[in-house]
């Protein structure tokens, strides 16, 4: 399997959403995501394989020193295979490059050794409201 990652790549709204449909289990969606990527995004990253968008993470930031990694998702078929740490990998370089200077994660428990082993980030104290 080769695949390709792109910062900033160009974005298919109708292969977003079709990735996040089968990636998060839900029906598809008709969100437009090149609006809301260069509304909000410092950047994201998207996995290519022969054409055919298998990854996708997207970078939101404070305009300062922080990003902020959602949206992280890879199509089943491209799972544990290094392409969820790759896209992580290609984000952290990205914000880097940005003169970023921390990358924050929030996940589900069950991804918990994906982001602390597969991808380096490391556990912090935190707080949410659920509103």
Do not use: K
Not at 2 to 29: C, K, M
């Amino acid at each position: 399997m080769t695949i390709t990652y792109a910062w900033r790549g160009d974005v298919d709204n109708s292969a977003l959403n079709e990735l996040h449909a089968e990636g998060f289990d839900q029906p598809v969606g008709q969100m437009d995501w090149r609006a809301r990527l260069q509304r909000h995004s410092l950047g994201w990253v998207c996995a290519w394989e022969d054409g055919r968008l298998v990854g996708f993470v997207n970078v939101a930031w404070d305009g300062g020193v922080h990003a902020f990694v959602l949206d992280t998702v890879v199509a089943q078929r491209c799972r544990s295979n290094g392409v969820g740490s790759a896209l992580i990998r290609a984000a952290a370089d990205g914000c880097r490059a940005a003169g970023c200077e921390w990358l924050h994660v929030d996940f589900e428990e069950h991804l918990r050794t994906f982001y602390f082993h597969a991808c380096g980030f490391r556990e912090t104290a935190a707080g949410l409201i659920a509103l």
